[in-house]
């Protein structure tokens, strides 16, 4: 079953705005992980926020976890054309594996 | 560059025809995985190893098999493609599980 829910499934704003997606989950998890997606290509790590984390930073990323509402939030800030992309969040729940969300397209316009 | 590889990056095969699509890396890492990912969806976990330990998903084709010779590669077999099993498939390893994973560039697989 499909653990991770993203909102919005799209996301169009201007080159400098901020981004911000969203991801809800279902079960209790040791991490969550948030990943970005080229069209055609493969996925690329962005950062992992442990289940006793509450926020964390990387650059112009900034994740949440609220494991009380089961959901994270990733912000991407001054966005740059290079942004777009889908990003698809995952969660680890114990098991050897991830289970990703269906992702958010971002587009920024230049 | 410590890296995943997978080749071909295209494929083009018959109905029914098998193919087998590789996956290799050089990160020594102990988990690689298999993802099916279809058109604006999610992947789809296929299966993983762990070391030699092979873990099949419960809903993964029988059509789909999967060999990992040594720690560095790992092949997927499709022994029977339909033209459901048109996709990208994603390889992905990690050190440990439930770590980040590092994935391949993807094979674009096309089924005639």
């Known amino acids: 079953s499909q653990q991770g829910e993203e909102d919005p499934q799209a996301l169009s704003i201007q080159e400098g705005e901020n981004a911000t997606m969203n991801c809800s989950y279902k079960?209790?998890?040791?991490?969550l992980q948030w990943y970005r997606q080229n069209s055609g290509r493969g996925l690329v790590h962005l950062i992992l926020i442990r289940s006793n984390e509450r926020e964390k930073h990387s650059g112009r990323l900034r994740v949440t976890l609220d494991t009380s509402k089961k959901s994270s939030s990733l912000l991407i800030t001054a966005s740059r054309a290079a942004d777009t992309a889908s990003y698809f969040c995952?969660?680890?729940?114990?098991?050897?594996?991830?289970?990703f969300g269906q992702g958010t397209r971002l587009t920024i316009n230049p | 560059d410590a890296m995943v590889i997978q080749n071909p990056r295209y494929q083009v095969t018959q109905f029914g025809k098998p193919v087998t699509l590789s996956c290799s890396q050089t990160?020594?890492?102990?988990?690689m995985y298999w993802y099916q990912q279809k058109s604006s969806q999610a992947p789809k976990l296929l299966f993983h190893y762990y070391d030699k330990d092979f873990n099949n998903e419960a809903d993964t084709p029988d059509n789909f098999q999967s060999r990992r010779p040594n720690t560095s590669f790992c092949f997927l077999d499709i022994r029977s493609p339909g033209l459901g099993d048109a996709a990208m498939y994603l390889c992905?390893?990690?050190?440990?599980?439930?770590?980040?994973?590092?994935f391949g560039p993807g094979t674009r697989l096309t089924v005639l």
């Open positions: 992905a390893t990690s050190r440990e599980s439930n770590n980040e994973q590092f």
């Open positions: 990160l020594n890492h102990n988990v």
């Open positions: 079960t209790s998890i040791n991490n």
């Open positions: 995952a969660t680890s729940q114990g098991a050897q594996k991830l289970v």
